[in-house]
Each structure stands twice: as C-alpha cells, then as structure tokens.
C-alpha cells in the first residue's frame, strides 16, 4: 500500500498542472521597521549556502545602533539570545495573526532589556530563549524595541526582518506592501543545459553564455542541437534594486515549450524545514565552486517536495524526443513585475556532441525514496528515505593515513558537492585508540582544503557513531585539549574603569565551545558571547567599588574539556 502511495505522488509531483491558490495579505498594515529610508542588502527567498534566506535584510548604512521599530501593534512574545545564529532576536506577535522578526540586534529597549536580563542572571547564562505571553510586553506601531546591531551568524551590521504567519511559514514581507523603488530588471548571465535520459548521469552538461538583443536574451545560434530526448535547463540570473549595489534574489521564473507552460517557481512563502531544499533549487556544485554563482533550475528533481512550485508538467523537463525545434521561452521576474526574458530555439539531435560524456563508475547506487545503507568493516552508513534529491551513483573509497592524530582511516564519502538534505547516521571504526581516550574522540568532517568540522559522535563497541548531512571526507580525532581563554585588552593590575569593558578570545582547538560561564569577585556575572569573532564582551558596572578586583573565566568544550582563566585588575 505504501508503495502504491508513492507511485500516486510521483505522478501527481511530475506530470500534474498545480495552480496557486490565490492569497491576499494585508497591505500597509505594517510599517517600516526602522527609522532609515527602506534599501536592502539581501531579500527573501535568494539562495543562500545551505538555505533559502527566511527574511529581507535591511540596510543600515553599514553601522550598528540604529533604532529599530515595532511593525505593528501587538505583544512581545519571544525573546532569543544567542552567539550564532539571528544573535539577539525579538519577535512580536500582531492580532491579525502575523509575527514579525528582528535578528541581529545590537540591544533591546529598555523594559526589554530589563526582562532579559532577569532571565539571564536567574539562569546564569548567557543564552536564553524566552516566550511571553499577551500581557508582559505590548506595543504599539512605531515603538522603539532595539537598535540594529551584527550580532549571531550576521556577515555585518543590518537588521533581519521576517513575517512568519500562525503556522510559522516565512512570507515574502514584499506581499505586504513593503514597496522599495525598483525599476532595474533581473539579470541574466549564463544558461545550464542537462541530460535527463541516458546521459543524465554521464555528462556534466553544457553551459552557454547568453546576449542581449532588443531586450531579450538569447544564444548564439539558431538552434541548439542536445543529444538528449530530454532536458532540464537552469539559469545564472540575479536581481538588482535602486539605492543598492547589492545583487538580490530573482522573485519567479517561468518556462514555457511553445505556448505549454511547464514549470513555475515563485518565492511568496516556505516553511522552515523546506530551507534546505536551496541544495536541489540551485546547481549547488556551480554554487560552491565559483563563487556562490546561482544557477535556479527549471526543473525539479524526484526528491524536491518545496512548496515554491506551481504549474509543474513533468516536472519542467523538456520532452524533445520528437526531433522537432522547440520554441522556448523563460520569464524572469522580480517581486517589483520586472521581467527579463530568455528566448532560444532547441532540438534533440543524437549527432550532437554539447553533453560530453565522462567516465562513469561508481560503488552503489542509492535511491532517493528508500533507505539505503552502505557499509564494511571500517564505516556504516544509514540514509533515511527522502534524505537524497534523486538517485546517486555512491562513490566510496578509504586510505590510510600516516598522520598520529587520526585514529582511523580516510573515508571520502562520494563527493562533497553531492546534495544530502537531512540527517544520516554514520558510524566510523577507530585505530590504535587509548581506550581511556574514548570519550574524546569525535568525528571530523574535512571539505577540500577547507579546515576540518566537528561532528561529535559517541564511542561503542570499537565504532564512533554520529550524525551529518554532507557527503565528503571523513575521519576520527581526539580533542583533549580545553579551550583557550586570551585577554584582549585587560591585564593584571591594569586599571579598566575608563575601558568600560573587559574583552576576551574564547576559542577551541577542534569540537568547538559548548558552554562558559563568568565570575567577578566569585559571583556570576554576565558576559555576551559572539560566535563568529570568537568573543567575550563583560561590560563593567561603573559603580563597581575602588580597588582590585577578580574576574574569572569557565569554558568547557563539546568533548567536556574543561579551562579556568583569572586575572585581577583595578577599578
């Protein structure tokens, strides 16, 4: 019966014409959240590393400590701090059942501040997730609730705005009304040809600049001879706005063989856990290795289920098996209606030579909408169903390392680039381990020539078992090393009273820092943590006493290698 289900649903997802429901949002119902004129650094939707971006960024001129403000009326119903992530974020929740979002927030107003700081010292941490309910904090339209900040995972100051409605899908905030000056229409650079008969997994596929002629893009050449009954096509396109030289997201895109329309794609909502599908959406290879280049695909793989897409025949794949020229015509939009157009005439021709075969070989082969385990005396790997895009031709290959800080062989996992978008449970043998060492010894995860990541695991019967959602190399280490705790701009006996703050490096050698915790004379004190730059900020009581004064540090790792740092100085 099960099989008979996911038969129905791959008829449905490949060969159905879904047309979207009509939704109305409420227009100028909320305000611009700062005090800035309205320009964006990013927008919603655009593919990002490992997901669709969830919101607009906003600029704010490149600084921090401009004011932020109420969207709308409503109550203050979370308050989340962190050292990654959206860093300090506030969310309101507004009667017309909407939430708004602000990320990256340098600090909050005054009677929201107050509250978080209860919390803070009433749990002695630093990290905090708090949901109020309708009574604790209201506010109105154009109230102050913080100033913008580069606070979490933030590339630099701005402010993250999102609207999310009852269920927690992310919207588009541009479908309610937030109108920024846009009259530049979406640019197109370059098109992505791909076999999907029996080249589909021979050939890299062919790549075509394109031109602009008399407002349309096309390619060189009246006709484009594939060697392949059938197509999927993607497109480097990016979108540019007024009063900003960043490039943007595109809004839609359409593909249409003659008059059929075959595929659309449109970013008005998602939900969180489609975020991930970016690595499906996007030639994610291209993205990776040039340059976070986006190619959006005009076709959707067996294992997208996004909800981005409507009007779906046979999943956007150009059928060209009848040898005929094929007129075709895609339609890229931004959220402003500005439309570029890509006009090309293709054929299917077994003559043709423009998908180049590779060599092609591979260990096994993994299906998509099963589990699929792989595994030999030194790894085991456990796929969930649905954890791949479509089918993969698995690579495997081991080697042994001469290396004394590796404690197993090499494992290269198929290749870094092979899109994973969940979770799957991976086990590794360990070599010539100090049993009295197993507790530190974690899996890493090491992509080119980048450093290695941590991905923990735990030790039984011989093995080390974790979790990861990439494809790549893989191998075990030992962390016993405690974190490192470096003074920035105290030192012993120095005088801080006109520094106002005392600053520290907080940073870890291999499984990354878990917890800390800080002390000034003995007594739990607050100190803000940021990930990226590896920070710890004390802001120091101006009413602290005359005199010396200790201050210490307590940082323990996620292999629970645990370091002390005190040191004395002046007020």
Same mark, same amino acid.
């Given at each position: ?5 996911? !038969? ?28 800035? /004129? ?47 992530? !959206? ?49 604790? @904090? %209201? ?70 600049? &394109? ?51 075959? !595929? ?119 796929? /969930? ?42 086990? @590794? ?46 191998? @075990?280490?030992?962390?016993?090393? /405690? /974190?490192?705790? %470096? ?10 009273? &006109? ?37 710890? %900020? ?34």
């Amino acid at each position: 019966m099960n099989a008979l289900i996911l !038969y129905i649903f791959f008829l449905w997802h490949s060969f159905a014409k879904v047309e979207p429901e009509p939704v109305s949002y409420p227009q100028n119902y909320f305000a611009s959240p700062t005090d800035l /004129p309205l320009s964006l650094s990013g927008n919603f939707g655009e593919p990002r590393r490992l997901h669709f971006h969830t919101g607009m960024d906003i600029r704010t001129n490149g600084e921090e400590g401009h004011k932020v403000l109420a969207a709308a009326g409503g109550y203050v119903s979370r308050i989340n701090v962190s050292g990654s992530g !959206y860093g300090n974020a506030l969310y309101i929740t507004h009667p017309n059942g909407f939430n708004t979002v602000y990320g990256h927030l340098q600090r909050f107003s005054p009677i929201i501040m107050d509250r978080l700081r209860k919390e803070q010292y009433k749990k002695e941490s630093f990290s905090v997730d708090i949901n109020l309910s309708p009574k604790d @904090i %209201t506010v109105k339209q154009g109230d102050l609730i913080a100033w913008s900040g580069n606070t979490g995972g933030s590339g630099g100051p701005h402010l993250h705005f999102e609207i999310r409605d009852s269920l927690e899908q992310i919207i588009n905030p541009a479908l309610f009304g937030y109108h920024l000056k846009d009259e530049m229409k979406p640019v197109v650079q370059y098109l992505k040809f791909y076999p999907l008969g029996d080249l589909k997994y021979k050939s890299d596929g062919y790549r075509s600049k &394109v031109f602009s002629s008399e407002g349309v893009y096309r390619i060189t050449g009246d006709v484009i001879s594939l060697n392949s009954a059938e197509v999927g096509i993607s497109v480097n396109t990016y979108d540019r706005m007024n009063n900003t030289e960043n490039h943007v997201g595109i809004y839609s895109m359409k593909l249409y063989d003659g008059k059929s329309l075959l !595929y659309e794609f449109r970013m008005d909502k998602f939900s969180f856990d489609e975020k991930r599908y970016v690595l499906s959406h996007t030639d994610y290879p291209i993205f990776m290795n040039e340059g976070r280049k986006t190619f959006h695909k005009c076709f959707v793989e067996p294992g997208n289920q996004c909800k981005i897409y409507s009007s779906l025949v046979k999943g956007g794949v150009l059928n060209l098996s009848d040898k005929k020229v094929h007129p075709i015509k895609i339609e890229v939009s931004d959220v402003a209606g500005n439309i570029s157009i890509i006009e090309m005439n293709v054929k299917y021709d077994e003559s043709s030579t423009l998908f180049k075969e590779k060599n092609f070989s591979y260990t096994t082969r993994f299906d998509y909408d099963h589990e699929n385990e792989f595994s030999n005396q030194d790894i085991q790997l456990k796929i /969930p169903a649905h954890c791949l895009f479509d089918q993969v031709y698995f690579n495997y290959t081991v080697s042994t390392s001469t290396d004394t800080n590796i404690f197993s062989k090499i494992h290269q996992v198929d290749k870094s680039t092979t899109q994973v978008f969940n979770w799957f449970n991976i086990s @590794i043998k360990t070599e010539n381990l100090n049993p009295a060492l197993a507790d530190k010894a974690l899996i890493v995860y090491k992509d080119g020539a980048n450093p290695v990541a941590p991905r923990g695991g735990k030790y039984a019967n011989g093995y080390i078992s974790s979790k990861s959602r990439e494809f790549g190399t893989y191998f @075990i280490r030992i962390d016993n090393t /405690p /974190p490192r705790i %470096t003074p920035l701009n105290v030192s012993t006996g120095k005088n801080m009273r &006109v520094y106002k703050k005392l600053l520290f490096r907080l940073t870890d050698n291999l499984s990354g820092v878990e917890d800390f915790d800080t002390y000034l004379d003995e007594k739990w004190t607050l100190t803000e943590y940021d990930a990226k730059s590896s920070t710890l %900020t004390h802001t120091l009581n101006q009413n602290l006493s005359v005199g010396n004064h200790t201050f210490k540090v307590v940082a323990t790792d996620e292999r629970k290698n645990k370091t002390e740092f005190s040191i004395k100085f002046k007020m």
